[in-house]
């Protein structure tokens, strides 16, 4: 499978420190290059760059015309969880949120019922 990736899950992933959990899931990463510049502009954490350009399993390609598969870190929250590369997609979710990553209370509570962490 090939996966091209927005911005949105490299960038908040990577904010939290779980830039890995994408290679978990999904293998190679391709990454058009607009949104490489945009993974890596000046306003972006010196941190979080280094992070990015160190990810050996992303691939920069010219910009592709794609259909959005809708992943996103959500997606690939629950993706690792069900792969086993979580123990709990509860505090990879308190992260994101936390880094500032929006998601409703009911859409949370909802995520987690379905992956069997209801409270």
């Known amino acids: 499978m090939i996966v ?3 911005t949105s899950p490299p960038l908040h992933l990577a904010r939290v420190r779980r830039l890995n959990l994408l290679p978990a ?3 190679r990463v391709t990454i058009p290059r607009t949104v490489w510049g945009e993974l890596v502009q000046a306003g972006t954490r ?10 050996d399993w992303i691939e920069i390609v010219e910009d592709p015309v ?3 598969l809708g992943l996103d870190p959500g997606g690939i929250v629950a993706g ?14 308190a992260e994101l949120r936390a880094d500032g990553f929006w998601l409703s209370d ?3 509570a ?3 019922r379905g992956l069997g962490e209801s409270e």
């Open 25 to 27: 899931v999904v293998g």
């Open 80 to 93: 690792a969880r069900r792969a086993g590369a979580l123990e709990r997609a509860a505090p990879v979710v």
């Open 4 to 6: 091209v990736a927005d």
């Open 110 to 112: 909802e995520f987690l």
């Open 66 to 68: 794609a259909e959005d």
């Open 46 to 55: 010196p941190d979080v760059v280094a992070v990015i350009q160190a990810a």
């Open 106 to 108: 009911a859409l949370v």
